[in-house]
């Protein structure tokens, strides 16, 4: 396997597995000798099966769970302990709903110790950047669902992460919603270039954002395939990139590998249910 840039950003899993304990005290493998690199700066989507384990892998990028074989290293070091560059968008909200729009995003600068007034100068500047100007000193509550994603995404780059970890982040937003926050995040990311591991059940988003797609198969889940997406940059809309010939042509490649993996943990879905009710 190629080793990872020691570029600030770049992540690689190294035969990596991890295990959970289970109530009947036998371990649960969820991650399974997974091999992978992301180089610094690239987008890299995560697809699978619901419940395959995709989401454990941030958590390993992260530093918040530690592999139970294997290694992972980010910027060229090994994991072992909370990874410093990493930025989060959650599908869930992670806003603190009694504080302001401008004291969310200025939460990420005051922790790493920067003066008050200093990172709320930052955070407006950011909240300008994602069209929230004016919203300073609504709370979330207050906030559409595509209006607190964009509060998510200013908390989360303008700490200027060299990682972005995203899972699930825009599947609680309706298609229109999720279209024009795919387009704010492409703008985004093109401009500040962190590495993102992006994480998501919907192929045609994965295809139309990253650099590379990866597909796990179903749970303990592994690397069974990556896909090199070769579509220019910048993507543009990606409403239109969709009905392009070659995104059509990765799109039935990847869902041939995907399927089968869809496949196989309904059956297995189905096999437990069948039997539990017998």
């Known amino acids: 396997m190629p080793q990872v840039s020691e570029k600030q950003g770049g992540i690689q899993f190294s035969a990596v597995t991890k295990r959970f304990p289970a109530q009947n005290g036998v371990a649960k493998t969820v991650l399974h000798d997974v091999n992978l690199v992301v180089e610094p700066g690239m987008f890299c989507a995560v697809v699978g099966p619901t419940g395959c384990g995709k989401s454990t892998t941030l958590t390993l990028a992260a530093g918040l769970y530690r592999p139970s074989a294997g290694v992972v290293r980010v910027s060229g070091e090994i994991v072992d302990g909370i990874t410093r560059g990493a930025g989060f968008v959650f599908q869930n909200d992670a806003l603190l709903p009694w504080k302001s729009v401008l004291k969310n995003v200025a939460l990420g600068p005051e922790f790493r110790g920067i003066s008050k007034k200093e990172a709320q100068e930052h955070a407006r500047e950011w909240l300008q950047i994602v069209g929230l100007a004016g919203f300073e000193n609504y709370y979330p509550y207050q ?78 889940a592994t690397v069974k395939a990556i896909f090199d997406i070769d579509l220019p940059r910048p993507r543009g809309e990606v409403q239109a990139i969709r009905f392009s010939p070659r995104f059509l042509e990765l799109y039935q490649q990847i869902w041939a590998s995907l399927r089968e993996e869809v496949e196989q943990a309904y059956s297995r879905t189905t096999s437990t249910t069948t039997g539990a009710s017998t």
Request: aromatic share 4%; glycine share 4%.
């Open 143 to 220: 906030l559409s669902g595509g209006m607190r994603k964009r509060v998510s995404l200013a908390a989360a780059l303008i700490n200027k992460p060299s990682m972005l970890l995203m899972d699930e982040p825009f599947s609680a937003l309706d298609v229109q919603t999720r279209a024009i926050m795919s387009n704010e995040l492409l703008t985004l990311w093109e401009n500040t270039r962190p590495s993102v591991l992006f994480v998501t059940h919907d192929l045609e988003e994965a295809i139309a954002l990253a650099d590379r797609v990866v597909v796990m198969t179903a749970g303990p």
